[in-house]
């Protein structure tokens, strides 16, 4: 079959691979009809990580079931499905705790699985023809039959869920003001959930004009942090107080706010910090790696950042972390979009067939030509 292939950075192929078999009586194999290139691959099309070429790419899957192992007892041969990015077998401590982006079965020693990810199980991606997807009764989340609402629910897979989940860290409730740092499109979706949650006001910070012309469709506040001090900026709407919450949904490849033409790893947590009033709670969905022994020199001192914890302090704040936990939100936010109260879509940029996946990766890793979110349809 055909499948985006991680070759070496800044360089991906479409080419063969084997095709996926059942591996496990609990395993489905499913035709996929959506994958959407996410921020969190292009740490590894960057080389920021020890991702070895050949990796399949792609966590953001949805398709139809072809084939379903003899254990599986509540899918069918021609369902529809979208797969949390997260693999989780269901029964761990963590899993049952409702923590699947931290399942302690599927890849010991080291937290979660996900599919096509570096350091994250042997889980190959699903830009690519067909899918292996283990655990398969925990691991499918059923759609209604047909085509509607593709690219809404191939959202579900991830970012739809991730962006929730910024706002569930910082317990965003109505009427409150929230800092989203990062329109791109977790933090496009984070903003996107803090309205739906009913907040007052909602400031979306990037630089990328199309990225914050989308934030203030959906209602945001854009701020463009290369026109001035992002916090400066959302203390002066906020009557010199700050916001009641913070989302961090950039990670440690932030472009610094005084020198936009540097990386400054820790610059968003300490903005977001300086944003949100004393007492206020942040929610860090973007990503942060360990120090990581096989990455670039550059890269590897990343898991070990200055973070200001003195300041977090004297304001008394509260900071959650990690990998979204997608099927705690994956059923409601699906209903959500059934019922027509949440069209995550508007994000997507790009519907493009598997053959431009190369193009699609160089557009959105730098951002341009309007590419904020792209769904392939292999
Ligand atoms: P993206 O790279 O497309 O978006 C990041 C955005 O941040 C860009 O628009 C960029 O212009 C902006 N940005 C850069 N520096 C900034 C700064 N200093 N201040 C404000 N904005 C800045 O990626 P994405 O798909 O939106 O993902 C964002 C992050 O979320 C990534 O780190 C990704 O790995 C992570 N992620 C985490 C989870 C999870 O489960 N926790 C899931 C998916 C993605
Ligand atoms: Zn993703």
Redesign the pocket.
């Known amino acids: 079959m055909k499948a985006v292939v991680y070759e070496k950075p800044f360089s991906v192929t479409v080419r063969d691979v084997d095709d996926p078999r059942i591996q496990h009586p609990n395993d489905v194999i499913v035709r996929v009809t959506s994958s959407a290139i996410?921020?969190?691959d292009?740490?590894m099309y960057e080389g920021r990580t020890a991702a070895e070429s050949g990796i399949v790419f792609g966590h953001e899957n949805l398709g139809i079931i072809e084939e379903v192992g003899s254990g599986v007892t509540s899918l069918s041969q021609g369902d529809r499905v979208v797969m949390p990015?997260n693999v989780a077998c269901g029964f761990c401590k963590n899993c049952l705790a409702g923590k699947t982006?931290f399942c302690l079965t599927v890849n010991p020693g080291f937290a979660g699985g996900a599919y096509g990810y570096v350091a994250m199980g042997p889980y190959t991606g699903g830009q690519a023809e067909r899918l292996r997807v283990p655990f398969a009764d925990f691991n499918c989340l059923k759609l209604p039959p047909g085509e509607e609402f593709e690219t809404d629910f191939v959202l579900l897979a991830?970012?739809f869920p991730?962006g929730y989940?910024?706002c569930e860290l910082a317990q965003v409730k109505p009427g409150e003001s929230v800092a989203v740092?990062?329109?791109?499109?977790?933090?496009?979706?984070a903003a996107y959930s803090a309205l739906l949650r009913g907040a007052a006001k909602v400031f979306s910070?990037?630089?990328?004009p199309e990225?914050l012309a989308k934030a203030e469709e959906i209602g945001a506040i854009p701020i463009d942090?290369s026109k001035g001090d992002?916090a400066a900026q959302i203390k002066e709407q906020t009557g010199g107080e700050g916001t009641d919450k913070g989302v961090d949904?950039?990670?440690?490849?932030?472009?610094?706010?005084k020198d936009t033409s540097h990386?400054?790893p820790a610059?968003?947590l300490n903005?977001l910090v300086e944003t949100v009033r004393p007492t206020g709670l942040l929610g860090?969905?973007?990503?942060?790696v360990p120090s990581d022994p096989g990455a670039p020199d550059e890269h590897a001192k990343h898991g070990q950042l200055l973070v200001s914890i003195g300041k977090m302090f004297e304001k008394g704040q509260q900071m959650g972390t990690?990998?979204?936990n997608?099927k705690q939100y994956n059923r409601q936010l699906r209903d959500m979009i059934i019922a027509g109260r949440a069209k995550p879509s508007f994000v997507v940029s790009h519907e493009l067939p598997l053959d431009q996946a190369p193009q699609a990766y160089e557009k959105?890793d730098k951002?341009i030509e309007g590419y904020?979110?792209v769904v392939l349809h292999p």
């Open positions: 996410c921020g969190s292009l740490h990015f982006g991830d970012i991730t989940h910024g740092y990062g329109a791109g499109p977790v933090g496009l979706m910070v990037d630089r990328v990225r942090f992002p949904a950039v990670g440690y490849q932030a472009t610094s706010h990386e400054e610059v968003v903005t860090i969905p973007g990503l942060y990690g990998q979204c997608v959105f951002r904020t979110k």
